[in-house]
T-cell receptor, first 116, second 112 residues
Framework: GAVVSQHPSWVICKSGTSVKIECRSL??????MFWYRQFPKQSLMLMAT?????????EQGVEKDKFLINHASLTLSTLTVTSAHPEDSSFYIC????????????FGAGSRLTVL | GEDVEQSLFLSVREGDSSVINCTYT??????LYWYKQEPGAGLQLLTY?????DMKQDQRLTVLLNKKDKHLSLRIADTQTGDSAIYFC????????????FGKGTTLSVSS
């Protein structure tokens, strides 16, 4: 089955630093990748949608200059949280839509970011 | 915009059946999903149903879809303590590249 590797699984950083999260498909090609954010005891909120080779589309209220998304290939997407602040502490999860157009999106295991 | 609603909590005794309900607003939803999330973990896909189906059964799980009322339910038979988790309902449209829209999640607590 489709496997998605997301890392780091957890990271602690100081306020003001930048953190990069990688999402990689191991055995399939992904046309579209989605990034979600989940605050404690809340649902997953879609942050942005990225297609390979083009700029990401951000949801309303998500700052594109703060959350940089790069989808350089059909197997890799990265999310960089720039100048992180404590309020950015959250669980970030990527999801990939296969090129084959399958009904099921595959999710990464998530990355827990804590900003001190 | 799309909206997915779920009740927040459900408490059952071990061995009973659990029914988790979900309503959605997007009539163009083509696929509806149930995910399970254990504490501190990622999402586990439990099952999904295509919008032209009324029911889907997979071992202890039964999904019922009432498209007219935009109501989806997940029934877990013979609920076990290991079923304690948060269950998310999600919907997705038909267009390629469409993301899943999630409900707020239902916390299922199973007591022995």
């Amino acid at each position: 089955g489709a496997v998605v590797s997301q890392h780091p699984s957890w990271v602690i950083c100081k306020s003001g630093t930048s953190v990069k999260i990688e999402c990689r498909s191991l055995d399939f090609q992904a046309t579209t990748m989605f990034w979600y954010r989940q605050f404690p005891k809340q649902s997953l909120m879609l942050m942005a949608t990225s297609n390979e080779g083009s700029k990401a589309t951000y949801e309303q209220g998500v700052e594109k200059d703060k959350f940089l998304i790069n989808h350089a290939s059909l197997t890799l997407s990265t999310l960089t949280v720039t100048s992180a602040h404590p309020e950015d502490s959250s669980f970030y999860i990527c999801s990939l839509a296969p090129v084959s157009g399958a009904n099921v999106l595959t999710f990464g295991a998530g990355s827990r970011l804590t900003v001190l | 915009g799309e909206d997915v609603e779920q009740s927040l909590f459900l408490s059952v005794r071990e061995g009973d059946s659990s029914v988790i309900n979900c309503t959605y607003t997007d009539s163009s939803s083509t696929y509806l999903y149930w995910y399970k999330q254990e504490p501190g973990a990622g999402l586990q896909l439990l099952t999904y149903i295509f919008s032209n189906m009324d029911m889907k059964q997979d071992q202890r799980l039964t999904v019922l879809l009432n498209k007219k009322d935009k109501h989806l339910s997940l029934r877990i038979a013979d609920t076990q303590t290991g079923d304690s988790a948060i269950y998310f309902c999600a919907e997705r449209g038909n267009q390629a590249g469409t993301a899943l829209i999630f409900g707020k999640g239902t916390t299922l607590s199973v007591s022995s």
